[in-house]
């Protein structure tokens, strides 16, 4: 993953890292407990870090294996193997977090969008998740449920969608036109969402 990550110029732990900081204080970086949701093989707690946090952050995945090479980075202050699916919640008390980050996990065959409300409830109140999600070509049904249940969540005063912007995800420029590669889908999303104060 890694491997192929840099050939194609991987940018969005950087872009989710730096949103992440552009919300919080100088004081909160210091000691704000983090969770890297969907830690993969670490890139993201890197990508924090250099962003400034310099409190806890917390790894869970669902495969050991990345969890390992995780951890190796040296970044992660505990390390949580876990599959999140709507009937095997995240195992962490409520309200453990003072923010979520997840980076290209929210994804078709990764964490379903019906994972979203549990993932609220380990957030403080008024605490922000980030997540970077792709909509290409072959995520349509995700795209249509994940943004279904981000309206049912704002509709039911849980969440505030506070900004979605588009940015380039992977930088393709040598990859040849022979894998029939949709420059569209070099973009994705960077979401910010904030939990309300009320539950
Ligand atoms: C596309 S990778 C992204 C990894 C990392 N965030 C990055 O940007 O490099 C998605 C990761 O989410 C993990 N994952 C997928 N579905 C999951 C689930 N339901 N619960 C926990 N982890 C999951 C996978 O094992 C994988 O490490």
Same mark, same amino acid.
């Given at each position: 993953?890694?491997?192929?990550?840099?050939?194609m110029?991987?940018?969005?732990?950087?872009?989710?890292?730096?949103?992440?900081?552009?919300?919080?204080?100088?004081?909160?970086?210091?000691?704000?407990?983090?969770?890297?949701?969907?830690?993969?093989?670490?890139?993201?707690?890197?990508?924090? &870090? &250099?962003?400034?946090?310099?409190?806890?952050?917390?790894?869970?995945?669902?495969?050991?294996?990345?969890?390992?090479?995780?951890?190796?980075?040296?970044?992660?202050?505990?390390?949580?193997?876990?599959?999140?699916?709507?009937?095997?919640?995240?195992?962490?008390?409520?309200?453990?977090?003072?923010?979520?980050?997840?980076?290209?996990?929210?994804?078709?065959?990764?964490?379903?969008?019906?994972?979203?409300?549990?993932?609220?409830?380990?957030?403080?109140?008024?605490?922000?998740?980030?997540?970077?999600?792709r909509f290409d070509r072959h995520m349509q049904?995700?795209?249509? &449920?994940?943004?279904?249940?981000?309206?049912?969540?704002?509709?039911?005063?849980?969440?505030?969608?506070?900004?979605?912007?588009?940015?380039l995800h992977y930088?393709w420029?040598?990859v040849?036109?022979?894998f029939e590669v949709n420059f569209e889908d070099q973009y994705a999303?960077?979401?910010?969402?904030?939990?309300?104060?009320?539950?």
């Amino acid at each position: 993953w890694e491997s192929d990550m840099k050939s194609m110029t991987y940018n969005a732990p950087d872009v989710a890292a730096q949103k992440a900081a552009s919300l919080v204080s100088r004081e909160q970086m210091e000691h704000f407990k983090l969770l890297d949701l969907g830690t993969g093989t670490g890139i993201s707690g890197v990508a924090l &870090r &250099r962003a400034g946090f310099l409190g806890d952050i917390s790894a869970l995945d669902g495969s050991p294996g990345m969890l390992k090479l995780a951890m190796e980075k040296g970044t992660y202050s505990d390390e949580t193997e876990h599959l999140l699916t709507s009937s095997n919640p995240l195992p962490y008390p409520d309200q453990s977090f003072d923010m979520v980050v997840s980076v290209s996990s929210f994804t078709k065959h990764h964490i379903e969008s019906d994972c979203l409300e549990d993932v609220l409830r380990v957030l403080k109140p008024l605490s922000y998740l980030i997540a970077t999600v792709r909509f290409d070509r072959h995520m349509q049904d995700y795209k249509a &449920r994940f943004y279904n249940e981000l309206d049912r969540l704002e509709a039911a005063g849980l969440i505030k969608i506070c900004s979605r912007d588009k940015y380039l995800h992977y930088r393709w420029d040598e990859v040849s036109d022979e894998f029939e590669v949709n420059f569209e889908d070099q973009y994705a999303h960077v979401l910010v969402l904030q939990k309300s104060g009320n539950n």
